[in-house]
């Protein structure tokens, strides 16, 4: 068995499209109309996703907290920025992590946490580039050395 995707109830597909291809650029694989595919999940109207459970539809909430889609982009201010001018809610202030990645966690249109984060191969260039060793970015990143070596390399 291989995993292969996510899919996530939305209210309906227009507001949650805009936000997931215009703020954070996901490109649609697949446009079922009330089912959208993008690399890794999918969207999909609340009605149809309740029928498919053979539930009624107030039976799907939103809003649970109790899970998140994650993505990456190093180019974290300029997409802090974007996020406030897009005037998008924060589930919680941006914060800089232990192992030094720096993350956001914030409201889709449909209250689902998403998280956008720093890639582990950019944190771990980041500190090389501010004087440490690899051993030492392997330490402060919590990722082996070799992770740490081919973060350098460029991920080869």
Sequence with gaps: MNYHSALIAVSSIERPRAFYEGLLG???????GENVSYGGFSIQERRLWADFLQKRED????????????FEED?????????HAAG????????????????VRFFDPD?????????MEFVCRRLIAEGHTVEETAEISQHPVEFVERALRGGD
């Design 111 to 119: 209250r689902h946490v998403i998280e956008v984060a720093e890639s």
């Design 59 to 70: 039976e799907v909430r939103f809003g649970a907290l109790d899970a998140e889609l994650y």
């Design 88 to 103: 998008v809610e924060l589930a919680a202030p941006p914060v800089k992590h232990p192992w030094e990645q720096r993350a």
């Design 75 to 83: 180019a974290f201010d300029a997409f802090l920025e974007r996020l």
């Design 26 to 32: 996901q490109k649609v694989l697949f446009d079922f």
